[in-house]
């Protein structure tokens, strides 16, 4: 339950596949949760997602059918930006594009109210690069959630160097309210998760380039030796291999072109042949089509 009496309304902006989930989870801690998207369908497609993981919930009785009725409630939508503005935090979620993030961010320091902090969930630039052409930047912060929001037991606070203490002690209590284990971070281009990530995926991409193992092999040895549900190339394309690339080629970027960070050759070619993983049935993997 929300216990917190300084934070009753949060805002996400972005309802992809990061943006749904997490509006979800805010929704059923308690929450008033405002969702923001000037597109109307997309909207209403993200409320039925979210209708249908609460379906299964119940059915799996982790929820009442009263407690999802009740959590849907608390979800309103909003196709003006400017109607966030009274949220306590305002999330956004978009693409990790930075040009695009910093547009949002600079939007929502000017509508909302001062006491409002604002969140970027970037996890490939630094949170300093998001919020530059905000003009109150001392409120605010990164939260930089893993992939799988669902999963993940922890969740880095990435201040600025100007961002007030009270403003991240209000995050800090919030990822606390949403059953995560805040953990405290400086500010640098990709978040410490997704940088492990990315150091995972490009090792075992040199691996199989220079043709020490399949990507089967790689991923048997790894899920069965390791004990993890996913090896490498499985989990890239259940994510998009274009996606991966993008995260790939920016982290080199933001890491100034370092030989150590070199993205593959081999997914450049596959994403620019459209292989991009489950989303359209071939990857490092073939899917039939009732898997995508």
């Not at 909003?78 to 695009?100: A, R, S």
């Not at 490939?124 to 993940?152: C, M, Q, W």
């Not at 600025?160 to 203490?165: D, G, H």
């Not at 596959?270 to 993983?277: N, P, S, T």
Request: hydrophobic share 40%; charged share 25%; glycine share 4%.
């Amino acid at each position: 339950m929300n216990t917190d009496k300084l934070i009753k309304t949060v805002a996400v902006i972005g309802i992809g596949h990061k943006g749904t989930v997490l509006i979800r989870l805010i929704a059923t801690k308690g929450f008033d949760v405002v969702i923001y998207d000037v597109n109307e369908t997309l909207l209403r497609r993200s409320i039925e997602l979210i209708k249908n993981d609460l379906r299964k919930a119940v059915q799996q009785r982790i929820f009442s059918h009263e407690e999802i009725t009740k959590t849907l409630e608390r979800i309103k939508t909003k196709t003006h930006l400017p109607d966030t503005g009274n949220c306590d935090i305002i999330i956004e979620t978009v693409p990790d594009d930075i040009k695009i993030k910093k547009d949002i961010l600079k939007h929502l320091d000017i509508n909302a109210k001062n006491s409002s902090l604002l969140v970027t969930t970037t996890s490939l630039y630094t949170v300093s690069s998001v919020a530059s052409y905000a003009k109150n930047t001392e409120r605010i912060v990164g939260l930089r959630f893993p992939h799988s929001i669902d999963n993940a037991r922890c969740v880095e606070v990435t201040p600025t160097l100007q961002t007030k203490e009270v403003m991240v002690a209000k995050a800090f209590t919030f990822v606390q309210s949403l059953g995560k284990i805040p953990i405290l971070t400086n500010d640098s281009p990709t978040s410490i998760a997704e940088s492990a990530n990315l150091a995972w995926y490009r090792e075992a991409l040199y691996i199989a380039e220079e043709g020490v193992a399949t990507f089967e092999q790689i991923d048997r040895l790894v899920t069965m030796n390791l004990a993890i549900p996913q090896g490498p190339f499985q989990q890239m394309d259940i994510r998009g291999l274009d996606q991966i690339h993008h995260a790939l080629t920016t982290h080199y970027q933001q890491r100034f072109y370092n030989p150590r960070f070199v993205p593959s050759s081999l997914l450049q070619q596959m994403v620019d042949l459209g292989l991009h993983g489950t989303k359209t049935g071939r990857g490092f993997f073939t899917y039939p089509r009732e898997a995508r």
